[in-house]
Nanobody
Framework: QVQLVESGGGLVQPGGSLRLSCTASGSIFFIYATGWYRQAPGKQRELVAVITNGGMTTYTDSVKGRFTISRDGPKNMVYLQMNSLKPEDTAVYYC??????????????WGQGTQVTVSS
């Protein structure tokens, strides 16, 4: 089992910044990729950004140039730096890892989410 804990959410004014953190713990063998997702009220959960074990990154179009995903492998931590925040970025942000165990099985693990509210 892999446990994920997100932190860093909160209330910020439009144009402001926040840095989210995702810490993985437990029986970690190999993390193929870690992603940040978000879900706004009444909407489906959507992918925000992903970083692979090799450091490749992907972003959804609406956050390109404003958000940066990064990782600290030895600490099993992934960050999401969010700049120039907009009201439409308001959502619960979730961390997900694509994990493989020593038997070759792959599972997705999700965190509990952290609320980000962008409002004046």
């Amino acid at each position: 089992q892999v446990q994920l804990v997100e932190s860093g959410g909160g209330l910020v004014q439009p144009g402001g910044s926040l840095r989210l953190s995702c810490t993985a713990s437990g029986s970690i063998f190999f993390i193929y990729a870690t992603g940040w997702y978000r879900q706004a009220p009444g909407k489906q959960r959507e992918l925000v950004a992903v970083i692979t074990n090799g450091g490749m990154t992907t972003y959804t179009d609406s956050v390109k140039g404003r958000f940066t995903i990064s990782r600290d492998g030895p600490k099993n931590m992934v960050y999401l730096q969010m700049n120039s925040l907009k009201p439409e970025d308001t959502a619960v942000y979730y961390c997900k890892v694509d994990h493989g165990d020593r038997l070759g099985s792959r599972l997705d693990y999700w965190g509990q989410g952290t609320q980000v509210t962008v409002s004046s």
